[in-house]
């Protein structure tokens, strides 16, 4: 077995830092603001599918971490009188320490159950947010002007600004990814999402990747939600801990780019927001069509649509090399599902389609 | 003796990998016959073949001319194919009893003769004692009797045994195939996949050796030289 | 007194808490799958009870049966139509199916009802109260559902451990692979208990209408109340979720008793306090 090499993605990377970066200098405010809204959203569903596409991880929880972030961030300035970039900087440290006593709790659950359990922790985080003395309660409160002024004299330098903020984060998301991806850890990680004495083998603690993992992203996504306070001026706990917006769409775009692919969290955002665009009008009928989308690309293809070309490609193999007739039914389905994860002896079947996203392709 | 059950040509595979290739055999009532080979030879292939469990078949496999080939699972069950798999596959927390009783679920609801509990635990009294146990509590020669008991529970006119030998003592190796002698006599055909060559023809009418998922040797277990039999079974 | 009261409260309260859990349990024991939709089928089911009788005019009692048996119905057809083709073998992917699932059933609600709070009414039944102890007065309705969730516990306790069916459901649960290999039909099993679940999430729902408001987003609260209630109570222990009813109704309590809002938190605030303490819940199941 040999590690891919992280060349190609670098310098997918590389290239869309050498376009993105100078585009304020050709592009008006309104697409600034519409560009850095995709980065943080892209960022946000980088991190989820760190999570779940590469660490077999399920949060419904994330949003606990924007919305800590974001009321780290007024907290540090309004109360603590830090300067704006320097309470910026420490929602990172502040997201870190807090996911270490979050991730004690869940990794005491199963796949399933951490799922439901971090949703658990994501509304007492937010119920809590609406009790804290000096943060406006269960309305909220606003940033202060200096704060947002800060970034920023004029409101078009702001916009540039945290323009270009979110898009250095958003590059610093992806370069993690890549480079935790092609370590060792990373490919035990791989490993790990089919057998976990697989990765023991490697010399790597399934838990402790998990763990560090889940750390990280905390860390991110609580960078990521100081961010967005300031494209929203105001922290509040059900808009800053938005369930809809940081979990429920994050968890539909990954889905429905690909999962256990880097490309697949810009694929889907990319599509999501230009949906948006033009349905969001729709409210509800939206909602459905997402849900329906990502349902029906778990069921006909769980790489989503980054797997597509992988997909195509060995169908045509598989038909150069004929089948033999298939008099049977499909094996019985409950091959696909030896139930409780990991304690079932999986049988080594060399089919070519696989019910879970190939992991290693990006 | 026309056979009641036929495999004709029975070709099975995983998807692209290929588990037999074109393998013939036949087993009459009251018959018992040993399929023997090597680990990988296409014995549990040829077992899910028959219990249509998995993979894609092509060929024939008639029990009293009905095409078994196909059918899902509980269908072939149901018509009258009863599995001892290999491994036990007894459920935990499922008594003892209850074990045998979910075979009962499952077979063929007519027969002429059918099975009852109070039988099986004629046949292993030593079941009697812990039927209110869980199943998986007992040794493995009593696991053993579990999935043979669960296995008739369901009335069948052919008895797969997968492995059966596998990990027990010789004693009760040599009990449990006294069971199925008895059994043959009272009109079962026995199917014994086994990898003790030696107990295997010792206990069978007729063998059928497998090598790369065909029938490499076959004769009457009597008659057979041990010598052929080791390089049917070796491929040398 | 006010005490004693708090504590009557919060485990009759507790009664309709382990109503929502018995299904989300029992699927979970049955196919490993933990339907996140299962808050949101609950209020589905309250929103048919809700145009039987409001629509249609025909009382609740007389409708429940009729509204049991769609719901059973609703749940072959949902394993039927649905979960049958989901894989298993990764947890993730039918996680997020029901996820799906639970997103579209909130919308579909939201653009049928509106936003809307509603509730079902029972008439006369609902404000009626017995005097259990001096000046304790305990509503009757109230007592039902315990009743009710007790009896349903137990009905299903019979139905796992003393039927061919409960047999097949031990079976199938313990390992599909090798109930489906001795032809076990593991399909059938699998539709008739999505069914046995829809029917006690039909109960609980229409029990939780006639006691409270809902409202299209109000399922993943139940959800999560469902959820806690099985985690606390020990994966697996039907009388154990009851337990963790109980514990989260009078945790409920006590925390309203503070103040409206607290309600909810201190509900939460105990199952994490309790799932530090004791991890594989109050009656954990021995040895699996």
């Given at each position: 077995m040999k590690m891919p090499s992280p060349a190609l993605p670098l310098a997918c990377l590389a290239l869309a830092v050498a376009v993105m970066a100078p585009l304020p200098f050709f592009v008006g405010n309104g697409t600034m603001r519409y560009l850095t809204d995709l980065f943080i959203i892209i960022a946000v569903a980088?991190?989820?599918?760190?999570?779940?596409?590469?660490?077999?991880?399920?949060?419904?929880?994330?949003?606990?971490?924007?919305?800590?972030?974001?009321?780290?961030?007024?907290?540090?300035?309004?109360?603590?009188?830090?300067?704006?970039?320097?309470?910026?900087?420490?929602?990172?440290?502040?997201?870190?320490?807090?996911?270490?006593?979050?991730?004690?709790?869940?990794?005491r659950m199963r796949v399933a159950y951490f799922a439901i359990g971090s949703w658990v922790l994501a509304e007492v985080m937010m119920l809590a947010a609406g009790k804290l003395p000096g943060f406006g309660g269960g309305s909220g409160i606003s940033l202060r002007p200096e704060i947002v002024r800060a970034f920023g004299a004029r409101t078009p330098e702001r916009i540039e600004n945290i323009y270009w903020l979110s898009f250095a984060i958003l590059s610093l998301v992806v370069l993690f990814i890549i480079l935790v991806m092609h370590s060792r850890r990373g490919y035990a990680l791989r490993a790990m999402r089919d057998n976990e004495n697989a990765a023991m083998a490697l010399g790597v603690n399934p838990v402790a990747v998990k763990a560090m993992l889940f750390v990280a992203s905390g860390a991110m996504l609580s960078l990521l939600g100081a961010l967005n306070t300031l494209q929203k001026l105001r922290i509040n706990p059900s808009g800053s801990f938005s369930l809809t917006d940081w979990t429920v769409f994050i968890i539909f775009i990954v889905v429905i780019g690909g999962m256990g692919r880097i490309i697949g969290p810009v694929i889907g955002a990319v599509l999501f927001v230009l949906l948006r665009e033009n349905l969001s009008d729709l409210g509800p009928v939206y909602m459905i069509v997402l849900g329906a989308a990502a349902i029906g690309m778990m069921l006909w293809e769980p790489g989503g649509i980054a797997a597509l070309p992988q997909r195509w490609k060995d169908r045509r193999a598989a038909r150069r090399t004929a089948p033999a007739p298939r008099l049977w039914r499909r094996a019985l389905h409950f091959r696909d599902g030896a139930g409780r994860c990991g304690s079932a002896p999986r049988r080594a079947r060399p089919t070519a389609r696989s019910g879970a996203p190939r992991p290693g392709r990006w | 003796m026309s056979a009641l059950l036929t495999v004709s040509n029975l070709h099975l595979s995983y998807g692209q990998f290929a588990a037999l290739h074109g393998l013939d055999l036949e087993i009459g009532a009251g018959e018992i016959i040993a399929v023997i080979g090597a680990n990988g030879a296409g014995k549990s292939s040829l077992i899910r073949g028959i219990c249509g469990t998995e993979g894609q078949g092509r060929g024939s496999v008639r029990l009293d001319g009905q095409e078994l080939l196909g059918l899902a699972p509980p269908e072939i069950t149901r018509a009258g194919i009863g599995l001892v798999p290999e491994g036990r596959r007894i459920f935990p927390s499922l008594s003892v009893e209850e074990n045998i009783l979910l075979g009962a679920q499952l077979g063929r609801p007519h027969s002429d003769d059918p099975w009852t509990l109070d039988r099986i635990y004629d046949l292993f009294p030593d079941l009697v004692a812990k039927r209110h146990l869980s199943g998986t509590m007992l040794s493995g020669g009593q696991q053993q009797m579990i999935a043979i008991g669960r296995a008739l529970m369901t009335n069948p006119r052919v008895l797969l045994c997968d492995e059966i030998s596998l990990g027990l003592a010789p004693t009760i190796i040599g009990r449990l195939y006294e069971q199925l002698g008895r059994l043959a006599a009272g009109g079962l055909a026995i199917l014994v996949v086994e990898q003790a060559m030696r107990k295997a023809l010792q206990i069978s009418a007729r063998y059928y050796c497998v090598l790369e998922g065909r029938v490499s040797l076959s004769g009457l277990s009597a008659e057979a030289e041990e010598e052929r039999v080791a390089e049917a079974y070796f491929g040398r | 007194m006010e005490l004693l009261n708090t504590l009557v409260q919060g485990v009759l309260l507790g009664g309709l808490f382990a109503l929502y859990a018995l299904g989300l349990s029992l699927l979970f024991g049955v196919m490993r799958i933990v339907n996140i939709a299962h808050g949101d089928l609950i209020v589905a089911f309250a929103y048919a009870g809700l145009m039987v009788t409001e629509f249609l005019g025909i009382p609740l009692p007389a409708a429940a049966p009729a509204i049991l048996l769609l719901a059973a119905g609703a749940g072959w057809l949902l394993q039927r139509g649905l979960f049958e083709f989901v894989p298993r073998r990764d947890p993730l992917i039918p996680l997020l199916v029901a996820f799906g699932v639970s997103i579209i059933l909130q919308n579909l609600m939201l653009m049928g009802f509106g936003a809307d709070p509603q509730k079902l009414s029972l008439g006369a039944l609902e404000q009626a109260s017995v005097e259990i102890l001096p000046e304790l007065h305990v509503g009757v309705f109230s007592l039902v559902v315990f009743a009710l969730a007790v009896a349903l516990i137990g009905g299903l306790q019979l139905m796992i451990y003393r039927t061919a069916f409960g047999r097949a459901l031990r079976a199938v649960s313990d390992s599909e692979e090798n109930a489906a290999m001795l032809g076990l039909d593991t399909r059938a099993v699998f539709r008739k208990a999505f069914a046995i679940v829809m029917v006690t999430v039909a109960i609980a729902a229409l029990l939780m209408a006639v006691r409270g408001n809902f409202d299209p987003a109000s399922g993943p609260t139940r959800l999560l109340t469902a959820f806690e209630a099985i985690v606390i109570g020990g994966l697996g222990s039907m009388w154990g979720t009851l337990a963790g009813g109980i514990i989260l109704g009078v945790a409920q309590m006590a925390g309203a008793q503070i103040d409206a809002s607290w309600q909810v938190l201190a509900g939460h605030l105990v199952f994490l306090v309790l799932l530090v303490l004791r991890p594989r819940g109050l009656f954990p199941k021995h040895g699996g």
């Open positions: 980088q991190l989820w599918n760190l999570l779940a596409g590469f660490g077999g991880v399920v949060s419904i929880g994330q949003h606990a971490f924007i919305g800590a972030g974001a009321y780290a961030f007024y907290g540090f300035t309004a109360h603590l009188g830090l300067h704006p970039f320097a309470a910026m900087a420490l929602t990172v440290p502040f997201g870190a320490l807090l996911s270490l006593p979050v991730f004690a709790i869940l990794s | - | -």
